[in-house]
Each structure stands twice: as structure tokens, then as C-alpha cells.
């Protein structure tokens, strides 16, 4: 199960249809958070996600529309007795952000909060899957970051094994692994019954950020890149300025990289009422693209099932 939900999808300030910036990914049951705006902990229970199972927030900058919701929500998991320790990654400050608001409103946590500060190229390594920090184009100290699956055991070719004279049970099983088996004298090589290797999945969030090399490598052959598309080309200038990317750009980007879909994000509020010139802009590059709307949620499937 890889699922993103999108409980935050608006640019700079919450309008009546879009909260600040927050992304969950649910990785097989585990929860990752990239940003925090205010009310996301609300999003959460609308969404019904729990918050037992969240490890970790990636804060991409420390502007307030992408961290605000943090001292909320840590203290709501501490009053609902949560002893597990959470990691905050960040951009350079993160310590100092962690340090200023533990201290907020007198509560003392039941649990650790860990400050993590990432550079551009940094990895953090989980289990069957990574998390890399790249550097972002914004107007102050930001990161993105891609989620990157380990590749997947190839697939175990049943029949020919047992043609090969090698019985069900056990040894199915070291072949598959990668071990070699003899049956009856003859050495089976995993090689000879296991497929290639799959390759895992890989989403990428930008956060804010004007279009650049560091995105676009990462980019590469994505399954989700979702992007900074805040403006549409008629406010270019204003987008470059402010350090953020049009709805044209970000998809430009996305055919360059050759990702499988786009999802535009971080809208700006001129576009509460209509956003569709954001994602027919998009469309004239890039054909696979959505507007990401607050409690949408995204299903990733495995590759080579």
C-alpha cells in the first residue's frame, strides 16, 4: 500500500476550500507527514487517518503556511498518550523550530521529539524505502523531497521450478531469496527461476519553489511529482519574484523528467473559486496532470505485478 492524501493544498493562507500546505504519504501502514499547516490535525481526523502510526514530519521551510500545525499537533498526540518518539526533519533551523515550540503553552510532552536537520543530497534510510532532501529554489532555506522504494524480489516462476524437479515448500522459498538449492544432484540457481528485479516507487514533493536542475533529477521517472504550481503564466513575473513556479512551468518540468502524473498544489487563493486555468495551462504540455484538492486521496501501484 503506498497512498498519498492531500490534507492541505492551498498557497500562503487557508481560503474556505483549501488549507495550508500538508501532504501524508501511507506507506504500508506507516504515516509520513511533508509540511504541517494550521488545521492540518483537523484534516487528519476528517480524513479518519488516526495518529498512532505517524513517524515522522519532513518540514520542506519554515515559512508558516507549512508549519504552523506542528505545536497542535504534537500536543494532541501527547493528551492522547502517545509515548513514541517523532522525528522532524527539516532545512537548516529545524532545532530552533523544535526548541521554540516544545516550549509553547506550557505542556510538557509524554513523548520525544527529535530535530532533524537535512542538507540538499542527505538521506534519510527506512525500511524498504529512503527519503532524500533536495535542494529547492525559494526565498528562504527550503528542501524537497523524493520517497524512493527499494527495488521489489523478482518474480518467482512456479512452473518452471517444479519442472525443474524442485518440490513445492522450503526450497520455493530460498530460491526466491536468492539462494541456490540441489535437487537430487542438480544445482537450481535462483537466477534460473526468479525474474529481475522490480523497481520500487517514487513520489516527489517540492514544496514551494521556482523550477530547477536539483527537482528535475530527482524527478526522473517518478510515479508522482507533485509540484509548486501557485500562479498561472499570466502572473509569471509575480511567480518569479515571490520564488514560486506557474502551473505551465511545473508541467514543463514534469514532461522533461518524464514522471508518470503530475498533481498541482500550493494554490493560491486568487484561484478559489475557479483553478481550472491552472490545470488547462498544464495541459497543453503535460497530459497526466490533476489539481490537488484538500482530502483528495491517490493510490500508487506496484510495478511489474
Known sequence: MLRILFLGTGGSLPTRNRNPSAIMVNREGELLLFDCGEGTQQQMMRAKTGMKALTSIFVTHFHADHMLGVPGLIQTMSFLGRTEPLQIYGPQGVKEFVNVFIGLG????????????????????????????????HSVPSLGYALTEEPRR?????????????????????????????????????????????????????????????????SRNADVLIHDSTLASDQEEWAKESKHSTAFEAATLAKEAGVARLVLTHISSRYTDDASPLLREAQEVFENVMIAEDLMEICIPLKGK
Open 106 to 137: 506550557y505542556y510538557k510532552l509524554r513523548f520525544e521529539v527529535e530535530a532533524v536537520e537535512l542538507s540538499p543530497g542527505d538521506t534519510v534510510k527506512r525500511d524498504g524505502y529512503c527519503i532524500l532532501a533536495i535542494g529547492t529554489d
Open 154 to 218: 523478482g518474480r518467482f516462476d512456479r512452473e518452471k521450478a517444479i519442472a525443474l524437479g524442485v518440490p513445492p515448500g522450503p526450497l520455493f522459498s530460498k530460491l526466491h531469496n536468492g539462494g541456490d538449492v540441489e535437487v537430487n544432484g542438480q544445482l537450481i540457481r535462483s537466477a534460473d527461476v526468479v525474474g529481475q528485479k522490480r523497481a520500487g516507487r517514487k513520489i516527489v514533493y517540492t514544496g514551494d519553489t521556482r523550477p530547477c536542475e536539483s527537482i528535475l533529477l530527482a
